[in-house]
Nanobody, 115 residues
Framework: QVQLVESGGGLVQPGGSLRLSCAAS????????MDWYRQAPGKQRELVAT???????NYADFVKGRFTISRDNTKNTVYLQMNSLEPEDTDTYYC?????????WGQGTQVTVSS
């Protein structure tokens, strides 16, 4: 069973930066793509960024040029560097790993962008 633990959220002013981390259990981390999603209360969870097992990345239009996803297979960890944060980025951020068609989620980390 995969366990994912996010960290790095917090309160930041508009224009600021945060780096989220997601640590995964298991020895097969390097074989699977990793995703970051976000969700606001009462809204659907939306995909923010993906990094494949071959390090190919893909981003939602609303974060292109501001967020960077990366992974470190030696640490079983995926990161989300978030720059130029806006109040609209306030959400709970989740990482996800899909293994053999089953999606595993972390517990989420709260990001609040406010002055």
């Amino acid at each position: 069973q995969v366990q994912l633990v996010e960290s790095g959220g917090g309160l930041v002013q508009p224009g600021g930066s945060l780096r989220l981390s997601c640590a995964a259990s298991g020895s097969a981390f390097r074989l699977y793509a990793m995703d970051w999603y976000r969700q606001a209360p009462g809204k659907q969870r939306e995909l923010v960024a993906t990094v494949s097992s071959t390090f190919r990345t893909n981003y939602a239009d609303f974060v292109k040029g501001r967020f960077t996803i990366s992974r470190d297979n030696t640490k079983n960890t995926v990161y989300l560097q978030m720059n130029s944060l806006e109040p609209e980025d306030t959400d709970t951020y989740y990482c996800k790993q899909t293994v053999r068609g089953i999606g595993y989620w972390g517990q989420g980390t709260q990001v609040t962008v406010s002055s």
